[in-house]
């Protein structure tokens, strides 16, 4: 019964390779997003899409690619990894995007480690 | 204890007394503010919102203080627990811009 869900939990890959992460969310919410934390625990958003929308797409490489094939879905590709992706990467997801109705729900995170 | 959010402080607080977490929030335009904590190995999972209009808002041991004059905001926790063990992040959000999370503070109890 767990809210928001990810997987895998760890990834560990060579440079060079692609890799996608999975997110789904059983909340019934309409919004979801990609978040990334450095090994200095900053958190910093890279997507969000509202029922299979995308509505932000931050500054990222475009070797990360989001695909949405439902609004309880939201998964992450990535390109030609670099040693520079390792990072804990979120899912969350929020009943909208806007106002007060802005709390978000966390994965449990994605730990990926590029050698 | 009392900590300043700008980076990854740590603040560590005997248990049982109280703690404070401060955050410096840079948008004059944010009118919502959350609290997440974040313990080892997890997402971060919400603790309590404020918004704009308010000042302050009380949950269950926490409080959350907002003044918008300087752009700071306080979470407080009473009568600490091993549990409360975590990284605390402010975060903050204008209308439907996207939420902006600051850099944390690692809260570490003392038994």
């Known amino acids: 019964d767990t809210a928001v869900s990810q997987t895998p939990k760890y990834l560990v890959t060579q440079m060079g390779n692609d890799k996608s992460i999975k997110c789904e969310q059983n909340?019934?919410?309409?919004?979801m997003y990609w978040y990334k934390q450095d090994s200095k625990k900053f958190l910093k958003i890279m997507f969000s899409?509202?029922?299979?929308?995308?509505?932000i797409n931050e500054t990222v490489p475009n070797r990360f690619s989001p695909k949405s094939p439902d609004k309880a879905h939201l998964n992450l590709h990535i390109n030609s990894l670099e040693l520079g992706d390792s990072a804990v990467y979120f899912c969350?997801?929020?009943?909208?995007?806007?106002?007060?109705?802005?709390?978000?729900?966390f994965g449990p995170g994605t730990r990926l480690t590029v050698l | 204890g009392e900590s300043v959010g700008l980076h990854l402080p740590t603040l560590s607080v005997q248990e049982g007394d109280n703690s404070i977490i401060n955050c410096a929030y840079s948008?004059?335009?944010?009118?919502?503010f959350i609290w997440y904590k974040q313990e080892s190995g997890k997402g971060p999972q919400f603790i309590i919102d404020?918004?704009?209009?308010?000042d302050k808002r009380q949950g269950q041991r926490v409080t959350v203080l907002l003044n918008k004059t300087v752009k700071h905001l306080s979470l407080q926790i009473a009568a600490t627990q091993p549990g409360d063990s975590a990284v605390y992040f402010c975060?903050?959000?204008?209308?439907?811009?996207?939420?902006?999370f600051g850099t944390g503070t690692r809260l570490t109890i003392i038994p």
């Open positions: 948008n004059s335009a944010s009118d919502y």
């Open positions: 969350a997801s929020s009943l909208s995007p806007s106002g007060s109705l802005g709390e978000q729900f």
């Open positions: 899409y509202n029922n299979k929308e995308l509505i």
């Open positions: 404020i918004r704009s209009n308010m």
């Open positions: 909340l019934g919410h309409d919004t």
């Open positions: 975060a903050e959000k204008a209308g439907n811009e996207k939420l902006t």
